[in-house]
Every structure is written in C-alpha cells, then in structure tokens.
C-alpha cells in the first residue's frame, strides 16, 4: 500500500509545509510518512491526517503492485 498524501495535497491546493505544520511532527518522521518511506503509521497520525485533509483513511492509500 502507498499513501495518497501528496495527491490529497495537491488535489486540495495544500503545501507539504502547510500540513508539517498542522500535523506537528518532527520533520524526519513527517518527511517519511509524506514520501512513504515509513513501515508503520500510529492511530493517532492516521486520525490527524484524515481530519486535517478531510478525507478518510481510504482516500489515504492506494494500493501497491510491487513485487
């Protein structure tokens, strides 16, 4: 699975820097979870995310083909 932040971003006219600084997480771990380098997303990120883009978490991923 792949997240879908910076399609939501671009689909609303948002900044990576608008939402770092709604989501108020170190910028390390805000830079991964936006450029889906990160294994695993807390409840709590995910509930921000959703609420701050007001989407849900469906509109969050897309799913991955990889092998």
């Known amino acids: 699975m792949n ?6 971003l671009n689909e609303k006219g948002k900044t990576k820097y608008w939402l770092y600084m ?6 390390q771990n805000f830079n991964r979870l936006v450029m889906g380098e990160t294994r695993a997303i807390k409840f709590e990120n995910l509930k921000a995310l959703c609420d701050i883009l007001e989407c849900t978490p469906n509109d969050l991923f897309k799913e991955y083909c990889g092998k």
């Open 3 to 8: 997240l879908r932040i910076l399609d939501i």
């Open 22 to 27: 709604q989501l108020g997480l170190s910028y």
